[in-house]
């Protein structure tokens, strides 16, 4: 619709200024404001926080004439983040500024505009609040629109001078909402704790306690308070296959969601510098971080002793640039029969990892595929295909209570099951299951560490691990940024069985280790499309972990915050991920082969540094710059199964010295082939590269 530069000109126009200056107070249900009272007493005792829901708000038929406006008239723009998936439409503030015809087609939603923001409304929400004046002047409200896979994670939506927030449902009001298709208001509940500082902190809980459907004509509505107003909508959920429930088609959910402000300049109720001051105070909570102490997982970085020696250059009199052909281009026999048992031989071979080194040197990031050794995947897969054939847990309570499991805090930050490698030494009595073997017998070694160091050039320090797992439907983890000085390094090892996540993405990248020439064309020739012709039919299930730059955001402060900001996120992710920099190095000219490596220019125009989708035996290493943000994608109910990692962070030493010692570097290599051919290899590297085909489960 078109917008005129000013208003100025309408102010002749008496058809329009009628329109304007609709009052809107007698579209509500007749007596709305007769039960005053007894809504103010429901808001006062709601848990988990004081909220209002109040049904039949308005005239049924206003409402029917604002959906037909809506559905005739307006476009929805798709919109995604870390924390939302929607559609929108443009702020509904700016009504004012249409032209004359496109004010005649959206005569019942100016008017529900007016008859939210009247003065009687606005007294009547401020009496049941008892939060202070409304502005009038201020009008702040769009139509969000939430199709199957929607959805918007926890926040407490503190911004600026916001009051009150509401939400007024616009469902389909001849097809009832079913609680089942998902899609309702979500509320947490905190906890008190004594911070260090001795002052008082509200943490909220991992799990909603109150859940409010949708409902046609139904408002809720709740004061903004940070750190406190904690809440999701949940996911719109798609029809299983197969059943005769109702449609997609059917199960869209409509609404109008905005918030009432403090009073502006020249209102009643005006403090001057009152804004300011909302605004300052919510950032310095958000800065400060004083809940941080309550987050789980904490941090438990260990060091690798050897490491801190290297770096340190206590072991090399002084000079931390020899560690390079004195350590890290060494691994002992005992070494490589320790990592055979985890990695994949073809890792192991001082070509491959040479390779990988100069790749990772090039771009600070990569992604090696089939990783795993055979025999340890297979055991792997098998576990954690058992772990998810059991009944499903998802209170934070019975998860911690039957599981090894625990679950990750607070929901604004992130939520997903966990294990972390200390906890499980001290706790465990019986042998350790493959994932806790990961955890602790492979991260924590120092033969992991040397090998880190060869594919990456680095001199690894020190480390600190996880075991994840995203459930479905529940979990996620959003943006965070990294403000350390100095670089830190994470790998991600995505260890998902289930298909779905990146239909077209690893078979080929796998099968090019063993294709004839012909078959690498063909390869090439695919990998060569359009991004939007690589995205599969299944994609859009979320689970992807992306690292993006944070131009134009505060680091200390994105990410760590209740409000509802979130990180943009591009088309090719928001519709599925791929991953970048993928690879199975072992391949001569590596980088001059985009059937193996496929390039993130165009990713990076886009501020995406790195991302890989859910998959199976997939490893990616990334260097970690301060600034840059992480995130996984929530997981959508749609996915065939969770989504299982294991992720790790370690501190570095960054060589600046280029001039490497050739002889002995040359000399280390042959050695270390000798050693790998005379261990005892009862795996058929053949079956390793090739076995992307038998990797997914289907069920």
């Known amino acids: 619709m078109k917008r005129k530069a000013t208003s100025e000109e309408d102010d002749g126009n008496p058809r329009k200024k009628a329109l304007l200056d609709i009052n809107g107070a007698e579209s509500f249900r007749e007596a709305l404001f007769n039960q005053v009272d007894t809504y103010q007493k429901q808001y006062a005792a709601a848990k988990p926080y004081k909220h209002g829901v109040i049904k039949d708000l308005l005239e049924p038929i206003l409402l029917r004439n604002v959906r037909s406006e809506i559905q ?51 007294d009547f929400l401020s009496t049941i609040t008892d939060f202070g004046p409304l502005s009038g002047k201020k009008k702040d409200m769009a139509i969000n629109v939430y199709t199957p896979g929607c959805h918007l994670l926890c926040h407490d939506d503190v911004i600026g001078s916001r009051r009150v927030s509401y939400i007024l449902y616009l469902t389909d009001p001849d097809q009832p909402w079913q609680k089942e298709w998902g899609g309702a208001l979500r509320l947490y509940p905190t906890f008190p704790h004594i911070g ?39 996911e719109v959920y798609a029809k299983h296959t197969g059943t005769d429930e109702a449609g997609d088609d059917i199960r869209v959910r409509m609404a109008i969601s ?9 209102e009643e109720g005006y403090v001057e510098g009152l804004e300011e001051s909302l605004a300052e105070k919510s950032s310095l909570t958000q800065l400060q971080g004083a809940g941080d102490q309550y987050d789980q997982p904490q941090e438990k970085i260990c060091k690798y002793e050897r490491g801190q020696r290297l770096a340190s250059g206590a072991d090399l009199h002084g000079d931390s640039s020899l560690a390079f052909s004195k350590d890290a281009l060494s691994l002992s026999e005992a070494e490589l029969e320790f990592l055979l048992k985890f990695i994949a031989p073809t890792y192991l071979t001082p070509d491959t990892l040479d390779s990988v080194s100069e790749l990772f ?47 990750s805090r607070p929901p604004h930050k992130h939520r997903f099951l966990f294990q972390q490698a200390s906890e499980v030494a001290s706790s465990k009595k019986s042998a350790l299951s493959p994932i806790e073997d990961l955890l602790e017998t492979l991260i924590p070694s120092e033969a992991f560490r040397k090998w880190l160091q060869l594919a ?154 790195f991302s ?72 058929d590297e053949t079956d390793i590269n090739t076995s992307g085909d038998d990797d997914t489960d289907e069920s």
């Open 361 to 407: 040197t090039d771009q600070c990031s990569l992604c090696l595929e089939t990783f795993l050794s055979h025999s340890f995947a297979e055991t792997l897969r098998a576990f954690i295909i058992d772990e998810e054939s059991r009944t499903p847990l998802l209170s934070t309570k019975d998860v911690e209570a039957e599981r090894a499991w625990k679950v």
């Open 612 to 683: 890989m989708p859910a998959g199976w035996n997939r490893l990616g290493i990334v260097l970690r710059d301060r600034g840059v943000m992480r995130f996984v994608k929530y997981v959508s109910r749609r996915a065939k199964g969770d989504r299982w990692d294991l992720f790790g962070e370690f501190g570095v030493f960054q060589n600046n010295d280029d001039d490497d010692d050739n002889d002995s570097n040359e000399e280390n290599q042959r050695s270390q082939d000798e050693r790998l051919q005379k261990s005892n290899i009862e795996e």
């Open 196 to 234: 260090k500082d001795g002052q008082l902190v509200k943490v909220p809980s991992p799990d909603a306690s109150v859940s409010i459907p949708p409902s046609f004509n139904q408002l809720s509505f709740f004061a903004v308070q940070p750190g406190e107003s904690f809440h999701d909508v949940e």
């Open 72 to 122: 005739q008239n307006l476009s929805f723009t798709p919109k995604e983040t870390d924390i939302y998936r929607i559609y929108q439409s443009g702020d509904l503030a700016n009504l004012d500024g249409l032209d004359d015809s496109s004010l005649k087609l959206l005569p019942s939603l100016l008017e529900l505009r007016n008859a939210l923001y009247s003065a009687p409304f606005r």
């Open 456 to 609: 990456t050039g680095l001199i690894v320090t020190s480390h600190d691990a996880l075991a994840r797992r995203f459930r479905r439907g529940n979990d996620y983890a959003l943006a965070t940024g990294y403000s350390e000085d100095e670089p830190r390094l994470e790998i991600i090892l995505a260890i998902t069985p289930t298909s779905g996540w990146d239909e077209d993405g690893s078979e080929v990248i796998e099968e090019a280790s063993t294709s004839t020439e012909q078959d690498e064309q063909k390869q090439k020739s695919q990998k060569a499309t359009s991004k939007e012709d690589q995205v599969s039919d299944s994609a859009g299930v979320g689970g992807y972990v992306a690292y993006m730059t944070s131009e134009d955001i505060d680091d200390d402060a994105s990410g760590d915050h209740g409000s509802d900001h979130g990180v943009e996120i591009p088309t090719q992710l928001s519709t599925g991920a791929r991953a970048s920099g993928s690879s199975n190095p072992n391949r001569k000219k590596l980088k001059a082969d985009p059937a193996i490596y496929q390039s993130q220019a165009d990713d990076e125009e886009d501020g995406v540094l």
């Open 258 to 266: 905005g918030w009432y402000h403090i009073p502006q300049e020249g």
